[in-house]
């Protein structure tokens, strides 16, 4: 397990991390700190607790407006339906499939007689 140094609110914290996953970190805390900065750029400077608090609920907020865009109400509606159009589109080509079988024999036992 790696560990990597990393600032934020011009405070130094040691986390732990997957090997491999290092500049990961440091890009994830890269991205609290933009959010840091906003708030002090609007007038927040009272105090670490609660900028990071409102540096958590920025991203929380943007986490919030992605996952709505992500997935409309009636898209799972859509998504279940085109997984059973797959399916009976399969079973039809099956079938399809065991119907050419079946008159390419009997063309064939025609062709012997």
Do not use: F, W
């Not at 986490?63 to 997935?71: G, P, V």
């Not at 079938?95 to 079946?102: A, C, D, I, K």
């Amino acid at each position: 397990m790696a560990q990597v140094t990393v600032r934020i609110n011009g405070y130094s914290y040691v986390v732990g991390c997957k090997d491999g996953q290092e500049r990961h970190l440091q890009a994830m805390a890269q991205e609290v700190e933009r959010r840091i900065e906003r708030i002090r750029a609007i007038g927040g400077q009272s105090g670490e607790s609660r900028i990071l608090a409102l540096a958590a609920l920025l991203m929380a907020d943007e986490i919030h407006d992605l996952s709505a865009e992500k997935m409309p109400e009636d898209t799972s509606r859509q998504l279940i339906e085109a997984r059973q159009a797959r399916v009976e589109n399969d079973r039809r080509r099956e079938q399809l499939s065991l119907l050419v079988e079946r008159a390419e024999s009997i063309a064939a036992a025609l062709e012997r007689d």
